[in-house]
């Protein structure tokens, strides 16, 4: 364990040190690492792909559900998709210095804003590789040191990631040390780097529920939690049935592992009786099971061939992260809008439509980080949302919330420019 504490405050120490120096990188220096970073992720994508097969078959031979499998697995696509990512993020306008809110007082002072790095980022994050390049390449644009610790069952391919970005920033000429990831796994060191405030600026945790909350209640730093993601569509009485179908099923079947996967389905009891079993048809064909209530129960149990479960009190508000999702029949939208309040996660939230007024209604009543009029909750997402790739997304308010990128990585000061002005 000393050795470890021994590694973790020394990449720590190296991180402050530099991070002072990446404030004031110029943008050509860490675009160049950027696409150094995507060309050698196809380069080397055979080294990558050999140290998650071995990550992949030990988490598989230990028991791991489906869903972390699904998010620990790397493959061609994946690597050309995150290589692309990192292109978009070099492609994007550099945040650091950049003056905004800029006004003259009547004594004549120019005050405005200049964005500024955070400093040092910390991340823990379990089972998810590719989180290895996103925080990689945001916190370099973005002019910030970062220590990343990556949980054991992703340790092959998450140092293999790293070897990859490191060397990149080192043959665009980036200070050694912006980049640093902790190899040890021992358990005790996550609590350790908790302790580190005076290095570390910003804590952020991406896994599951344990983790947020270890993260939370030990941090001595500030801490942007979420990711944790209990979706829901509500489908209005007014809705379009075909849209209605075709956006569920991309919200619970493109990718049903991932947090911005739709979780439950309320619909309307004035379209219920047409729309549950459309979906439902749909669903079946992906092996979707449909935990529902009784008057979706009701309506669904006549047609052969679908996986149906009464739901339990705990089916609401559950993140599946599979091919199961839990269905509601409601009487209004003010009952879908309770029982989001009461079950949501602050992630995102989709009603489907044709009133404008109950659109608008759910875009301002609903509480959430994204909240979408007629869209599959699937687009929560950096690259999604053109921001090039995402740090994690926040579902707390403060200091950002929503998918983090660029910009979330930075602060501002205050400019203020003078001529001789004193206090009177």
Known sequence: MKSAVRELEEKGKAAKAVARKLAFLSTEV???????IADALIDELNDILIANKIDYEKAKASGMSEAMLDRLMLSPPRLEGMAEDVKAVAALPDPVGEEFERRTLPNGLEISKKRVPLGVIGAIYESRPNVTIDISSLCLKSGNAVIMRGGKEAMNSNKALTK???????????PQGAIQFIESTERALVKHML??????DLMIPRGGAELIKLVSENATMPVVTGGIGVCHTYVDES????????????AKVQRPTVCNALDCILAHNQIAQAYLPAVAKEWAKAGVEMHCDKRAMAILKPIPSLKLV???????GKEYLSLKAAVKVVDSLDEALDHIEKYGSGHSE????????????FLNEVDAACVYANASTRFTDGGQF?????????????HARGPMALKELTSYKWIIRGTGQVRP
């Not at 860490?30 to 150094?36: D, E, S």
């Not at 009464?310 to 609401?316: F, L, Q, V």
């Not at 921001?387 to 926040?394: D, K, R, Y």
Request: net charge neutral; hydrophobic share 45%.
């Open 310 to 316: 009464p739901a339990k009190y705990e089916d609401w």
């Open 239 to 250: 809705a379009d049935i075909n849209k209605a179908v075709a956006i569920a099923y991309n």
């Open 164 to 174: 990859v970005a490191q060397e990149a920033c080192d043959l665009a000429g980036v």
């Open 195 to 200: 302790k580190m405030k005076g290095i570390i």
């Open 350 to 361: 989709a009603i489907v439509t044709e009133d404008h007024s109950a659109a608008t209604r």
């Open 30 to 36: 860490k675009n160049r690492a950027l696409l150094n």
């Open 386 to 398: 053109g921001l090039g790739a995402e740090i994690g997304i926040s579902t707390q308010k403060f």
